[in-house]
């Protein structure tokens, strides 16, 4: 069975998590990590406050890359309350996840940023 990590926030976490489990993955939440590596990792917002978490977002991506498969789907869901920065926060938070992935060794991996709201259907489709 697929696994799949989770964290952030637990705000949203129980519906992320029937969400995964639903589409077959066996869902970890949170840390500590397991040795095999994980299929897909979804990431909520950590504060809820877009644009403050970068710093702790990018530490757990950190702490998470060497786990993961090297083609795993990575989604780093963003909090919809702020149309007017989500734009803007999605292309760095790509940019930045994709550094860090690259730096881990997984360049494969396949990385995608939703709102919240988008999260609940046609995202989860990636990690097919």
Not at 94 to 109: C, F, H, N, Q, T
């Amino acid at each position: 069975m697929p696994t799949a990590l989770l964290t952030g926030a637990p705000a949203h976490a129980a519906a992320a998590s029937a969400l995964l489990e639903r589409r077959g993955f066996s869902v970890l939440d949170g840390l500590p990590l397991p040795a095999p590596p994980v299929d897909c990792y979804l990431q909520l917002p950590a504060t809820g406050r877009p644009g403050r978490d970068l710093p702790t977002r990018l530490d757990t991506l950190v702490a998470v890359a060497a786990h993961l498969d090297r083609r795993a789907t990575v989604l780093l869901a963003l909090d919809d309350n702020d149309a007017g920065r989500v734009a803007v926060s999605a292309e760095l938070l790509v940019a930045l996840a994709l550094v860090v992935l690259e730096d881990y060794g997984r360049p494969d991996a396949r990385v995608a940023v939703l709102t919240l709201a988008d999260l609940y259907e046609p995202a989860l489709a990636l990690a097919d």
